[in-house]
T-cell receptor, first 118, second 113 residues
Framework: AQKVTQAQTEISVVEKEDVTLDCVYETRDTTYYLFWYKQPPSGELVFLIR??????QNEISGRYSWNFQKSTSSFNFTITASQVVDSAVYFCALSGSLNSGGYQKVTFGTGTKLQVIP | DGGITQSPKYLFRKEGQNVTLSCEQN?????MYWYRQDPGQGLRLIYY???????QKGDIAEGYSVSREKKESFPLTVTSAQKNPTAFYLC????????????FGAGTRLSVL
């Protein structure tokens, strides 16, 4: 069974502060994928990143960075110098191997609501 | 612009009524999905379809039905058997070559009158 835990329900930071969103996962698959999605107030989820289980390199994209550590089953997301536009709900998700039908179930965490205060 | 269009944005259901949520995509994606989102919860899969005229139940299919007559369209019907339909419903589709990167519509918020 797959499980994704986002223990932080809500976080508030003042603009320009750095913030880290935690994600811990459980899976028995040796090949798996991890994701982060952003859900702004408009409602649609926006894909941010996908990493596979064989690639533990940290990734940086502008003010966003991701720290993947298999040893602790974590895939944390850091926003540097936060801005008001970063206010949203952020979901971590996990997908396992393809089943025989080519379908990969995606398990979502419960989300972390980030509020950036101007 | 390519994307996923969900309509209506808000929908109200009366007791005993079936309602249908629309989902249309022009991304040429093969697979489409319906999720339900409740406050403080993650997304739960209702139904998915990998190809036209075929669909599979997800984790919470009871009280819902779908059809996939066209590649572009995957409507979801919330039937009267669904006793707690109030939620935010999201439709998604996936790239043909990367079946786990999901692209989402803007959602439909369903409430019971």
């Amino acid at each position: 069974a797959q499980k994704v835990t986002q223990a932080q329900t809500e976080i508030s930071v003042v603009e320009k502060e750095d913030v880290t969103l935690d994600c811990v996962y459980e899976t028995r698959d040796t090949t798996y994928y991890l994701f982060w999605y952003k859900q702004p107030p408009s409602g649609e989820l926006v894909f941010l990143i996908r990493r596979n289980s064989f690639d533990e390199q940290n990734e940086i994209s502008g003010r966003y960075s991701w720290n993947f550590q298999k040893s602790t089953s974590s895939f944390n997301f850091t926003i540097t110098a936060s801005q008001v536009v970063d206010s949203a709900v952020y979901f971590c998700a996990l997908s396992g191997s393809l089943n025989s039908g080519g379908y990969q179930k995606v398990t979502f965490g419960t989300g972390t609501k980030l509020q950036v205060i101007p | 612009d390519g994307g996923i269009t969900q309509s209506p944005k808000y929908l109200f259901r009366k007791e005993g009524q079936n309602v249908t949520l629309s989902c249309e995509q022009n991304l040429n994606h093969d697979a489409m999905y319906w999720y339900r989102q409740d406050p403080g919860q993650g997304l739960r899969l209702i139904y998915y379809s990998q190809i036209v005229n075929d669909f599979q139940k997800g984790d919470i299919a009871e009280g819902y039905s779908v059809s996939r007559e066209k590649k572009e369209s995957f409507p979801l019907t919330v039937t009267s058997a669904q006793k707690n339909p109030t939620a935010f419903y999201l439709c998604a589709s996936t790239l043909n070559g990367a079946k786990n990167i999901q692209y989402f519509g803007a959602g439909t918020r369903l409430s019971v009158l």
